[in-house]
């Protein structure tokens, strides 16, 4: 599932078109490797789906970047596992909630349902390098995070991306960044 490395433009028409701070450089592009550590050390996430009935669902949830791809759960009765059985394309969304500065992540793709058992430990270890052991149980298996979910009762999804888009902010320079795989 792991994306390649993408190419990244930027877009001038959503992007700062001279910089306002005397001496500063022209905007570019936000490198790749920047984007990655801010989905690395990102705790939050956007999950946009859509519903069999064409309406959107938008929900927070946690999620670890492993080999190319963003790793998230949730569980099989969960409006956001029906919405990807039916269609599995979908965004996650990381960023801050401020004007004039961070960058804002969206990342689009199609959710693929992890079942192999070496992926879902690297998902694991990743998930708990990243949140702790709280993220799992004691033999290993996310725990279930919302009512009626047992242990071992959780869908897991990676989105390795396919086109990506960076929104930054800086002190009042601004930059649209679009990365294709």
């Not at 989905?39 to 938008?58: C, K, M, N, Q, Y």
């Not at 929900?59 to 596992?81: C, I, N, R």
């Not at 004039?100 to 430990?121: K, S, W, Y």
Request: charged share 20%.
């Amino acid at each position: 599932m792991p994306a390649s490395e993408p190419v990244g433009e930027l877009d001038a028409r959503y992007s700062s078109a001279t910089n306002p701070r005397p001496g500063a450089e022209a905007v570019t592009a936000v490198a790749w490797d920047e984007a990655l550590r801010q989905l690395a050390a990102a705790e939050i996430f956007w999950l946009s789906t859509v519903r069999p009935d064409g309406r959107l669902h938008v929900t927070p949830l946690v999620g670890a970047w492993h080999d190319g791809a963003l790793y998230f759960s949730t569980g099989p009765g969960e409006q956001k596992a029906k919405n990807l059985a039916h269609d599995p394309h979908c965004a996650l969304t990381t960023g801050r909630n401020a004007l004039t500065e961070g960058l804002d992540i969206v990342a689009e793709g199609v959710a693929e349902r992890v079942t192999d058992p070496a992926l879902l430990e690297e998902v694991i270890a990743a998930h708990e390098a990243k949140y702790g052991h709280h993220m799992t149980s004691p033999d290993g298996t996310f725990f279930g995070m919302a009512d009626g979910i047992r242990k071992g009762e959780v869908l897991v999804f990676g989105l390795a991306p396919d086109t990506a888009y960076g929104f930054g902010r800086d002190g009042g320079v601004y930059s649209h960044t679009r990365w294709t795989f």
